[in-house]
């Protein structure tokens, strides 16, 4: 079957009532260079491209800048506010990355320890009710926790993104159950970030039956980025279309694959 045709296997996938195509997102940060960026970006064939806005020149006219080389007519364009370890911080620089042209749709983290990258979830609960007052469209990165999900709901998050595991690790899905609990209670979309290594890793998380997947290093740090890249997009869909399918019961003894009814002697 022609991937061209997998969309139309699929529901709608749909944020604060903007509707995507591509359920995989991807970053910026950490390739060779920005050709090597745009060749990855377009092979994924996403849609939403998320940029560090603490991290990149704002200045657009820049040819050395990463926002030269993203075209806001072909990608959604969305800020986020990596490398901010407080809440003032990071609504600081959200407020920023509107100002300074970007749209109102923000990736919001506020990390809470310098080794691991884990999120200070109070700080992005108050950074979440504070931002979506101000009429931003959060889309908060958090634990593999079920209250810190439902807290980020209730403070205005339009989607909540659990980790698969610690940012940039390549460990993959450490526990499918928290994911699949998050997207079983939760009502607004869910979208694992962080830790998604390789292809494999990709399927197995959206056999979760989550909404989508934003990934970085896992395609800036492979030996080749574009390919990686295009095997995560065909994962993304293959785990999705699992999930749509509903797979076999688990069993721990054989059972025939063909009926054994009417069998010649």
């Not at 910026?28 to 745009?38: C, I, Q």
């Not at 990165?141 to 610690?166: H, K």
Request: proline share 4%.
């Amino acid at each position: 079957m022609a991937t061209t045709a997998l969309p139309s296997l699929d529901t709608q996938f749909a944020i604060a009532g903007r509707e995507f195509r591509s359920r995989l997102m991807v970053g910026t940060g950490k390739y060779a260079s920005n050709e090597e960026m745009l060749s990855a970006i377009e092979a994924s064939g996403a849609e939403v491209v998320t940029v560090a806005v603490r991290r990149v020149s704002l200045d657009r006219s820049r040819d050395d800048g990463i926002l030269h080389h993203l075209d806001p007519s072909q990608f959604f364009l969305l800020s986020n506010t990596a490398g901010c370890y407080s809440a003032d911080e990071a609504t600081r620089y959200a407020r920023l990355a509107r100002a300074a042209g970007f749209n109102e749709w923000i990736k919001l983290e506020v990390i809470g320890d310098q080794e691991t990258l884990l999120p200070d979830v109070a700080g992005l609960i108050d950074a979440t009710r504070e931002l979506a007052a101000e009429g931003f469209k959060v889309m908060a990165y958090t634990n593999d926790d079920l209250v810190s999900a439902l807290r980020l709901e209730d403070a205005g998050a339009v989607a909540v993104m659990p980790l698969a595991s610690p940012i940039g690790s390549g460990l993959g899905l450490l526990n499918p159950f928290s994911i699949r609990t998050i997207k079983h209670r939760l009502s607004v979309p869910v979208i694992v970030d962080a830790g998604v290594g390789t292809a494999s890793d990709a399927c197995v998380t959206m056999e979760q039956g989550v909404d989508g997947i934003l990934m970085n290093t896992a395609l800036a740090a492979a030996r080749d980025p574009a390919r990686m890249a295009m095997a995560m997009r065909l994962a993304v869909d293959a785990g999705r279309l699992a999930y749509l399918a509903g797979r076999m019961p688990r069993r721990e003894i054989a059972v025939p694959s063909s009926p054994t009814a009417g069998m010649l002697g």
